[in-house]
């Protein structure tokens, strides 16, 4: 499966890299398929291709969650459950909704950057 990486994405000021990886590094039971590391010089979200492009997409997404939790309180303030269910719901919602979200995130964005995001996005093998 060839997969792009995102460059980075950009969470309250700081950039991580977004990273697909088929193996982790770490055991199976401190993970549910991704991974921060933020304690370094290149911050970076690393998650698992060994799940399918969904369970890829809602793992990314938790990470996010986990990431504004801590930017946002100073700390980790949210349990994993809360983490875990806010990234479903989100996801859930993104994905029964489409179009809003794409309003919400897209609309405003000029044209060029748009075409630079989608030729990217259907770029990337699933
Ligand atoms: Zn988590």
Not at 2 to 29: A, C, H, M, W
Not at 57 to 70: G, K, S
Not at 88 to 106: Q, S
Not at 107 to 124: D, H, M, Q, S, W
Request: glycine share 10%.
């Amino acid at each position: 499966m060839k997969q792009k990486n995102f460059p980075t994405v950009r969470i309250f000021g700081v950039d991580y890299q977004l990273i697909f990886t088929p193996g982790l590094g770490i055991s199976d039971e401190e993970t549910t398929g991704g991974v921060i590391s933020s304690n370094t010089d290149r911050p970076k979200i690393v998650v698992s291709t060994a799940e399918p492009i969904a369970t890829q997409q809602e793992t990314a997404l938790h990470e996010i969650v986990h990431i504004c939790d801590r930017a946002s309180s100073g700390g980790r303030i949210l349990s994993e459950k809360t983490v875990d269910r806010m990234g479903r719901a989100i996801y859930g919602a993104g994905r029964d909704n489409p179009g809003l979200f794409a309003w919400i995130f897209l609309a405003g964005i000029p044209k060029p950057i748009l075409r630079v995001i989608f030729k990217n996005l259907l770029e990337t093998d699933q």
